[in-house]
């Protein structure tokens, strides 16, 4: 298995491939019968909207305990196998190190509601589903970037990338809405 890593400014992102189980598709041995068969890997489903907000939540809180309390262990051990294997909480700690100097509170996530700046994207052959937007805040948004990976029926984290930044201006047509529709009032 092998893993790309990347650090970004304001935190982690792992992202994991297996060419090993790819790139060796062999015909099954002739003696091999049907009850002897390994079964056809689960169908992984695209998620709710409610099942991917309660996942952007519980990893960003759990996030925000580990910068909190500065223990990374709840983080790495709640992570996909793959996590696990290429991260330690000590490294896990360094990698999110500019959140925590900076004081980053990822509370707030817990009651806004997350705004995905590209669909889902759900991966089957390695069972992974991609997620990327923001959580919009004042002065600060918390912009984000996952990938989780179905293991045993569960979405579980396997790269993680979060960086605070600016507000994302509102569209146009929503201020102009807005504003027509004070001037109405009037």
């Known amino acids: ?31 091999a019968t049907p009850a002897t068969a390994q079964p ?35 983080l790495r051990d709640m992570g996909a196998p793959g996590f696990r294997d290429a991260n330690t909480a000590a490294r896990l700690s360094q990698s999110f190190s500019d959140l925590a100097s ?39 948004q918390i912009n984000f970037e996952m990938l989780y990976q179905a293991v045993d029926g569960h979405w579980r984290l396997f790269g993680l990338s979060v960086q605070p930044g600016p507000p994302t201006p509102a569209p146009a047509a929503a201020k102009k809405t807005g504003e027509s529709n004070a001037a109405k009032k009037k």
Do not use: W
């Open 1 to 31: 298995m092998r893993f790309l890593i990347a650090t970004t400014a304001g935190g982690l992102l792992l992202f994991g491939t297996c060419y090993d189980a790819l790139a060796q598709d062999k015909p099954p041995s002739q003696s």
């Open 40 to 74: 056809a890997p689960a169908q992984v489903v695209m998620p709710d909207a409610e099942k991917i907000v309660l996942l952007l939540r519980t990893s960003l809180i759990t996030l925000n305990d580990a910068l909190q309390t500065g223990n990374f262990t709840v």
């Open 102 to 140: 900076k004081g980053v509170d990822l509370s707030s996530v817990s009651i806004i509601a997350p705004q995905l700046s590209e669909p889902p994207g759900l991966d089957q052959s390695k069972a992974m589903l991609h997620l990327k937007g923001y959580f919009p805040g004042q002065p600060v």
